[in-house]
């Protein structure tokens, strides 16, 4: 009796294990469209990651929600995007699913778009970097092991992967070995390597053969072909062509389309337009599309003004290494923007942390920061606009004033301050007040210079034009 009860028991259990787990599921999955549905992608590969758990199998539903939150997330010219991968691996089970199936049974809808990725991804040869041989061989690139690299590569390049040809025609390119990095990106064109045909491109400096090998880039379904191709057209002034190319390049993924569309309509103050091609590049982690989204919202152009998101946005450029992005951050804590309050302490760090990337225009915001009114400080102004006063024009100008008035404890200094009066005047050829200074420093002398009548006189003559 006690066997009878048994099994209908551990049936029942199983049921009603299946049952919750299906429950979870489709929780789970209600979650995901719900963030697909608000942009959300990264979020919503969470809840279909648990969706997949909970069912314990794979499923067509959750399959093509995850290409499309994948795709979204791809920028398709970047093979180091991590989720370069996963996007294969999930578009090559859901055409395997998808090719069992009969005719009248394919949701034609969902065939297109996967097919369309899956057509970019046979241009960027993903199934010729699978293989464990590559792998390994990649492994070995990846830590700079070149010498151990190429015999593997060129195992690979002997069976004909075009990929493996590809990656030596870099390494070669690394070592300064032009002929031998031409040569295997050659190898690769001829196998029809879309990816090794712009490399190719890339490294020739006569402008009729990059522009040629762009174009069979382009042919061959290379995104940043069409990217290439908008950028000739827009040299050459062809507005229409332009818009075109960079259009074909978007539509096939490639981030830095969707942000070049975006800034055409952002140069047109179209900002309405604007605004989703720099969104859709942002998601795929363009940084600069992220610090263009982020002035939209900060300033409320083309969308609902949001200045905590704007900054949200334009942290996430600046954390990533744009500088222009590290300025606009310290300007809004420099001029007390949006809702944010004057702090000239973290003005003064973000401004610094552009020196510290190479960027030297901050020392320009650091000696404009330190010559406010409320923050009055000559003697650092002059420190930081000295060091770039040979760059730009303006600190040019504002340099020469300060050593000119000797203002807040500054020795004056007529010497360094003609210097640089004369040397605005050579960049700028502007009759302007501060002419008037060299003719009185020419007239009176003193404080490290001689009277010179004849200086004096020619500036005179210049004031007077």
């Known amino acids: 009796m006690k066997k009878l009860l048994y099994t209908p028991i551990l049936l029942f259990a199983f049921t009603f294990a299946q049952a919750q787990n299906d ?119 990846d830590a700079k092991n070149y010498d151990v690299a190429i015999p593997l590569y060129e195992e690979l390049a002997q069976r004909g992967n075009s990929s493996a040809m590809h990656s030596l025609g870099i390494i070669y390119r690394i070592k300064k070995d032009n002929e031998k990095s031409k040569e295997w990106y050659l190898k690769a064109i001829d196998k029809g390597n879309a990816v090794a045909t712009g490399a190719f491109a890339y490294v020739n400096t006569e402008e009729d053969i990059k522009r040629e090998y762009f174009e069979k880039a382009a042919k061959l379904g290379h995104p940043y072909g069409f990217y290439e191709l908008g950028w000739y057209a827009n040299k050459d002034g062809n507005v229409t062509k332009t818009m075109e190319y960079y259009q074909q390049a978007a539509d096939l993924g490639i981030a830095a389309g969707l942000y070049k ?22 998601i795929k982690g363009h940084y600069k599309a992220m610090e263009s989204l982020g002035v939209l919202y900060f300033n409320g152009d083309g969308v609902e003004k949001n200045t905590q998101l704007g900054m949200e946005h334009l942290l996430k450029a600046a954390n990533s290494g744009i500088t222009n992005s590290m300025r606009i951050i310290g300007s809004v804590y420099h001029k007390q923007l949006g809702n944010y309050a004057k702090d000239y302490t973290k003005a003064a760090e973000w401004y610094q942390k552009m020196i510290d990337k190479g960027d030297e225009s901050g020392y320009l915001n650091l000696g404009d920061l330190y010559s406010l009114e409320d923050n009055n400080q000559p003697q650092k102004a002059l420190e930081y606009y000295e060091k770039v006063a040979e760059v730009y024009p303006e600190v040019t100008l504002k340099t020469a004033n300060l050593y000119f008035s000797g203002k807040g404890g500054i020795t004056k200094d007529y010497a360094k301050a003609i210097k640089y009066y004369e040397k605005y005047y050579d960049n700028k050829k502007k009759n302007e007040s501060y002419i008037d200074n060299l003719i009185e420093m020419y007239s009176r002398g003193g404080n490290g210079i001689e009277k010179n009548k004849e200086k004096a006189k020619y500036w005179k003559e210049i004031r007077r034009k």
């Open 23 to 141: 429950i979870k599921a489709r929780l789970e999955f209600e979650e995901a469209e719900k963030a697909f549905s608000e942009e959300n992608y990264e979020t919503a590969l969470k809840h279909l990651n648990e969706t997949e758990k909970e069912l314990g199998k794979w499923s067509p539903l959750v399959s093509y929600l995850k290409i499309e939150s994948l795709y979204a997330l791809t920028d398709m010219g970047n093979f180091g995007a991590p989720t370069m991968q996963p996007l294969y691996e999930e578009v090559t089970l859901y055409m395997t699913y998808l090719n069992k199936l009969k005719s009248d049974e394919v949701p034609m809808d969902k065939y297109k778009v996967v097919y369309g990725i899956e057509k970019t991804l046979k241009a960027l040869k993903l199934e010729e970097r699978q293989s464990a041989d590559f792998l390994k061989a990649k492994k070995e690139y």
């Open 261 to 282: 569309i975006g800034e055409k309509y952002k140069d047109a103050k179209d900002y309405t337009k604007a605004f989703p091609y720099f969104k859709k590049a942002a």
